[in-house]
């Protein structure tokens, strides 16, 4: 078996594309050599079981894929999987090896965020419209690959990283008066979501706006999903939407909106210098925010932006940015 | 202003209603006291900005709240609020004073969780089956006061811990084959949930059943829901649900299913201590299963029943266990 590396010395951004992706380094990994055999055997094991899931119809968790398989070979004293490390590796081995999700293969990811705005989504025998759920929204499932847009009339997507500013934006109507497909991630963006966005982007060219707090590790948000992240360089392809966009919290966004702000502590600002030689952060506009960032030494949230009243974040702040951005 | 104490001291577990509730100490709060002048100041602003939110129809987290209210006051070097830990102090007094939600003032909580099963949910003009949203389900805000159940046909709740295993029910239309309505809380369940989960239960006289891992935190999960907790006993009529019963995943379970575990830990092995000694988990159920846990050593996970294949928790661990509780 031919396996290409996924290891940080195998990644690498890739400028046409704009993501992070994966090089030419390959493992190999040999049934009669000792040395391999375990993990030969459990290679086998995980890409039989999701052979089994495909042909089913049946869909499973990766925890439940590793209880499903750990169990003492008969005639030893040998597990197949000691502990689900091992048996989550082996599911990102056989995804890399055939350039493909898992999510094709029927393994889930664990979930989390929701969506609301004008699209109509199929799934199964179910059809509704994402914007007719109440305040609540649709819950985004971890797996969206036999979901449909046969409708979309929202005209971009407003990923937004907290609930409370999701919330907001819905309570003001800002879907229904832009024509935003408002995705909540809240915090880090999982698979489910970034798949979703890319395949909306790519389907049904919607362009992507990332709106989240104002401290490096947001920052990261939108960089993983713009460009990938290196856990996932080796499915970029189908995760990383580069032409996303940026809107705020930004360091300038602080100096121009005089927003309420707390003081870096000692990890954002090695977070912050680090993204300084993050390739996914090159550029005159990361370079100088981090650096104002750095200099002001304030980080803010979406939140700060009630100081003036709750709807200043529809009624000014997205509309002057994404006014720049020639959206609004 | 004479506002009920919500410290420890003033919290007991009521034997009548089964739940946390506070007890008769109040605090007095003066304005010409110089000591309470800035605690009278905040309450004041905290309240009439609730007044506001209720006039106008909005709603506003309680991060939007301090956001929106922290200033320097004109002509002094004086901040309405130094910290969010002090404004939210401030909504949990006047919750508790008036014996009110903070939702019910239109202050919302995070939220987190998603629900599917066949129940008819109308908030403003929407109006939407929860059973015929694809598998995502519907994602449950932070409110729910507003959100009206014109129809009800599922037959019980099924609060389930983790978003896989509400998966796994989904996908094996556990929903309709058994009228349970799933409500997965992903982890502790937040105020909407438990909220939406009372009033379904008190409007509509549906059962609850509670499905988690089997480890002394899923065990809180289940009392938070069912008899309430420490930090919002002041509101266990709202929140709590006594007659919530407990499915598993149990110590006995552990043995029984012999299903695959880890070791405790320290942190684990302490946590069931404290709750042998906690009024929400006497009487003989919880007394032996958590000596019983202590005894074995060992916790397990809701994925750990697909050791015996996916549909092991529908077709034989749930039937088996709701069986036994007359619901299936």
Redesign the interface.
């Known amino acids: 078996m031919k396996i290409p590396q996924r290891g940080l010395g195998n990644v690498s951004f890739d400028e046409k594309s704009g993501m992070l992706v994966l090089g030419n380094k390959y493992s190999k990994r040999y049934y009669m050599n000792v040395a391999h055999t375990r993990k030969f055997m459990q290679t086998l094991l995980v890409a039989s079981y999701c052979r089994r899931l495909v042909e089913e119809g ?4 990766i ?6 398989l ?1 169990h003492t070979i008969t005639g030893t004293r040998e597990n197949t999987f000691e502990d689900q490390v091992e048996s989550n590796a082996i599911a990102e081995d056989i995804e890399v090896s055939l350039d493909l999700l898992r999510e094709q293969l029927n393994l ?1 990811a ?3 965020g ?1 969506l609301y705005g004008d699209i109509l ?4 025998e ?1 059809e ?1 419209n994402a914007s ?12 969206v690959e036999d ?1 449909a847009f046969p409708e979309v009339s929202a005209e971009y997507i407003l990923v937004v990283e907290t ?2 500013m999701a ?2 934006l819905i ?1 003001e109507k800002f879907a229904q008066k832009n024509g935003a497909l408002i995705v909540a991630c ?1 915090g880090q963006a999982p698979r489910g979501v970034r798949r979703l966005i890319q395949r909306l982007h790519v389907e049904n060219k919607l362009p992507v706006i990332v709106f989240t707090d104002g401290d490096p590790w947001s920052f990261r948000i939108f960089a993983s999903l713009a460009y990938g992240a290196i856990k996932t360089a080796y499915i970029s392809d189908y995760l990383a939407t580069p032409t996303a966009e940026y809107v705020g919290i930004t360091a300038s966004d602080i100096l121009n909106y005089e927003l ?1 702000t707390d003081k870096l502590n000692e990890q954002d600002v090695s977070a912050l210098k680090a993204e300084l030689s993050d390739p996914r952060f090159k550029g005159q506009f990361w370079t100088n925010e981090i650096e104002l960032m750095l200099e002001i030494n304030k980080k803010a ?1 979406q ?5 003036y ?2 709807d200043f974040v529809t009624d000014k702040y997205l509309p002057d940015k994404l006014g720049e951005m020639g959206l609004m």
């Open positions: 049946r869909h499973a968790g925890r439940e894929l590793y209880y499903a750990k889930t664990d979930r989390r929701y989504i199929r799934d199964g179910d509704f007719r759920l109440g305040r609540g929204g649709w819950a985004v499932p971890g797996t979901i609930a409370a919330d907001r309570e809240q309420p949230e939140q700060a932006l009630a100081k009243g709750l």
